[in-house]
């Protein structure tokens, strides 16, 4: 599966906010760090306030933060969230006058796919990308990461 850039920015908002958790940090601060456009990461920000992962306070001593613990943030939701195209897999094959073909069973097993893909992330959250604590999480650390 591949992620959309809307979704991996996302994602990189939030381990960055995860990472300055005691602090206030502004876009541009991101931008920078990241070499990714401000006005992508106004979106971002936007979408990811929206959805309550993170809290924006405009003004002087302004900036955003994580709204949530990072031990609240489950990946299959921020990713359920900024990929658009999920909402759009439809589960039920619908049956022409031919009744059940190729092509609709190919979506039904494209969408189970999908389904266990969301699954297998919702067990884990910000908290293990930041720094494994689950064992499954532990279990799937990269070779050569260095403990």
Known sequence: MRLTRFTDYSLRVL???????QDRVTINQISE???ISKNHLMKVVSNLTRLKFVSAQRGP???IQLNLSPEDICLKEVIRNTEKHLHKVNGSASHDKHGVTADTRLKGY????????????????LADVLEPRSEVAKALKLEGEVA
């Open 15 to 21: 381990i960055y906010l995860g990472q300055n958790n």
């Open 33 to 35: 760090d990241y070499d």
């Open 110 to 125: 494209l969408h189970n796919a999908m389904l266990a893909y969301l699954d297998a992330l919702g067990c884990f959250t």
């Open 61 to 63: 001593g302004g900036g």
